[in-house]
């Protein structure tokens, strides 16, 4: 009788579409995170993230930022690495939430806080603890969110006097209604991404 060979148990599956994103420069620069694969989740480019990074570095130390379609967090650690005080995340997708938690913890972050929910939703109300110095605004393309959301921030006090406002959107997006006292301090296209910053004016 020919004895068959032991099959090799198979190796488990790997978890699905789990990638990273780099931190640039600062305190954690270098260091990498767990990034989930969520539906229209689209981490911002290392290429765009050195540019943007630039532009707003002389308003970074110690300011409080909003990552408010945090996706992988990518934007708001960043600026928590390099000296932003505070950044509240938001992000909708309960895989992507739970590993923000989890890259918080990875790397010690105590000034962080993660909502789990719905960005418009949070917007609808004046914030519990304050304005924001720095809000970045990157929603998933395609789906109409970006105009609802900066007029959220807007009506509803969610900007410090003087706030930057970061917004990435898709490339054929060539116009969208902003209020009518922000204005354009830098922009750039790299690919499918148009990318700006947006100054509000004091005293509003």
Same mark, same amino acid.
């Given at each position: 009788?020919?004895?068959?060979?032991?099959?090799?148990?198979?190796?488990?599956?790997?978890?699905?579409?789990?990638?990273?994103?780099?931190?640039?420069?600062?305190?954690?620069?270098?260091?990498?995170?767990?990034?989930?694969?969520?539906?229209?989740?689209?981490?911002?480019?290392?290429?765009?993230?050195?540019?943007?990074?630039?532009?707003?570095?002389?308003?970074?130390?110690?300011?409080?930022?909003?990552?408010?379609?945090?996706?992988?967090?990518?934007?708001?650690? !960043? +600026?928590?690495?390099?000296? @932003?005080? #505070?950044?509240?995340?938001? %992000? $909708?997708?309960?895989?992507?939430?739970?590993?923000?938690?989890?890259?918080?913890?990875?790397?010690?972050?105590?000034?962080?806080?993660?909502?789990?929910?719905?960005?418009?939703?949070?917007?609808?109300?004046?914030?519990?603890?304050?304005?924001?110095?720095?809000?970045?605004?990157?929603?998933?393309?395609?789906?109409?969110?970006?105009?609802?959301?900066?007029?959220?921030?807007?009506?509803?006090?969610?900007?410090?006097?003087?706030?930057?406002?970061?917004?990435?959107?898709?490339?054929?997006? !060539? +116009?969208?209604?902003?209020? @009518?006292? #922000?204005?354009?301090?830098? %922009? $750039?296209?790299?690919?499918?991404?148009?990318?700006?910053?947006?100054?509000?004016?004091?005293?509003?």
């Amino acid at each position: 009788m020919v004895k068959r060979a032991n099959r090799k148990p198979s190796s488990p599956t790997p978890s699905r579409g789990v990638g990273s994103v780099r931190i640039i420069a600062g305190r954690w620069r270098g260091r990498k995170l767990a990034v989930q694969d969520a539906q229209g989740l689209r981490p911002t480019t290392d290429r765009v993230k050195e540019t943007v990074f630039n532009w707003l570095a002389p308003y970074l130390p110690e300011a409080r930022c909003l990552d408010i379609f945090a996706g992988s967090g990518g934007l708001g650690f !960043e +600026a928590l690495s390099r000296g @932003a005080s #505070w950044v509240h995340f938001c %992000e $909708k997708h309960p895989a992507a939430a739970k590993q923000l938690r989890a890259n918080v913890d990875h790397l010690g972050a105590q000034n962080a806080h993660i909502d789990c929910g719905d960005a418009l939703a949070l917007l609808a109300t004046a914030p519990k603890d304050g304005p924001y110095d720095i809000v970045f605004v990157d929603p998933p393309f395609h789906q109409g969110l970006l105009e609802d959301t900066l007029a959220a921030l807007d009506a509803n006090h969610w900007l410090a006097p003087n706030a930057c406002v970061y917004i990435e959107a898709e490339s054929n997006l !060539e +116009a969208y209604q902003i209020p @009518a006292h #922000w204005h354009c301090h830098r %922009e $750039k296209r790299a690919g499918q991404v148009n990318y700006r910053l947006y100054f509000t004016e004091p005293d509003h």
